[in-house]
């Protein structure tokens, strides 16, 4: 998955996607749409947080554009003591 900046559009490269499971054999918009939906749910389902890393540095400057970073509170010991 990679996002350009040019197009302002989420590319994936089917050649890098190795789910042997997944979408046999869908290329393009189809696969693009299934890729986006297994991140879609595991962000969704991430009861206290979710950590998103992107090794694509254009990846990683569109997604801290819409999607808020933690910002650590000063009273985390607080939050910690109350599990």
Do not use: V, W
């Not at 046999?24 to 890393?53: H, P």
């Not at 400057?61 to 999607?67: C, T």
Request: positive net charge; proline residues 2%; glycine residues 6%.
């Amino acid at each position: 998955m990679d996002y350009n900046p040019t197009t302002n559009q989420i590319e994936i490269d089917a050649k890098k996607y190795y789910d042997k499971y997944g979408r046999i054999g869908a290329s393009g918009d189809e696969l693009k749409k299934y890729i986006i939906n297994i991140y879609k749910t595991l962000m969704y389902r991430g009861i206290r947080g979710t950590y998103i890393y992107a090794c694509n540095k254009s990846l990683q400057e569109y997604l801290k554009k819409h999607i808020e970073t933690f910002k650590n509170p000063s009273n985390l010991e607080f939050y910690a003591t109350m599990r």
